[in-house]
T-cell receptor
Framework: SQQGEEDPQALSIQEGENATMNCSYKTSINNLQWYRQNSGRGLVHLIL?????REKHSGRLRVTLDTSKKSSSLLITASRAADTASYFC????????????FGKGTLLTVNP | DAGVIQSPRHEVTEMGQEVTLRCKPI?????LFWYRQTMMRGLELLIY????????DSGMPEDRFSAKMPNASFSTLKIQPSEPRDSAVYFCASAKVRANTGELFFGEGSRLTVL
């Protein structure tokens, strides 16, 4: 069953604009990760944020985590056509087993 | 490193046939995961191994599915007999999991079509 749920399901923007995707989850987490998937390809890890962190940056990516609201957001600044892809959040709940559960993703289209 | 290598990339078979998907994880990684991706259900974790030992196979749909990891360099996912509803993209991913955390490295997937 899905732990994370991304919102919106699809997002279309113009090149140069910022893109914000949200993820909500149901149970307590240990870490939250964001992945990207180009059409017909495997997923690629973007960034990991721990449950005791509130914000993290990596290049044009900014991730926030609000554990009180059980939600995270991924911001891509100054988007490019090459950012067109599906973006997934994934959570693990800690414990003895490392089990990463993915949401259904947000399809981002960046128009040139 | 070559990354996670999966084969075949595409497989078309008829209902009732046996299907074997293969995965070579990244050298030095201690965990391996098999996921299935469909439009309807998204990415589902089927099974994962830690140090070649199956840890959690609760996502395996039914007895028709089996997975093995005979050594640190190789894993298989077998479906016997296959059914049309098994049509999906199957991903293998590996990770170096430490202190219960690690990023997953995915292969390019095996697209299975069961007619």
């Amino acid at each position: 069953s899905q732990q994370g749920e991304e919102d919106p399901q699809a997002l279309s923007i113009q090149e140069g604009e910022n893109a914000t995707m949200n993820c909500s989850y149901k149970t307590s987490i240990n870490n939250l990760q964001w992945y990207r998937q180009n059409s017909g390809r495997g997923l690629v890890h973007l960034i990991l944020i721990r449950s005791n962190e509130r914000e993290k940056h990596s290049g044009r990516l900014r991730v926030t985590l609000d554990t009180s609201k059980k939600s995270s957001s991924l911001l891509i600044t100054a988007s490019r056509a090459a950012d067109t892809a599906s973006y997934f959040c994934a959570t693990d709940s800690g414990g003895s087993n490392y089990k990463l559960t993915f949401g259904k993703g947000t399809l981002l289209t960046v128009n040139p | 490193d070559a990354g996670v290598i999966q084969s075949p990339r595409h497989e078309v078979t008829e209902m009732g046939q046996e299907v074997t998907l293969r995965c070579k994880p990244i050298s030095g990684h201690n965990s391996l995961f098999w996921y299935r991706q469909t439009m309807m259900r998204g990415l589902e974790l089927l099974i994962y191994f830690n140090n070649n030992v199956p840890i959690d196979d609760s996502g395996m749909p039914e007895d028709r599915f089996s997975a093995k990891m005979p050594n640190a360099s190789f894993s298989t996912l077998k479906i016997q007999p296959s059914e049309p509803r098994d049509s999906a993209v199957y991903f293998c991913a590996s990770a170096k999991v430490r202190a219960n955390t690690g990023e997953l490295f995915f292969g390019e997937g095996s697209r299975l079509t069961v007619l």
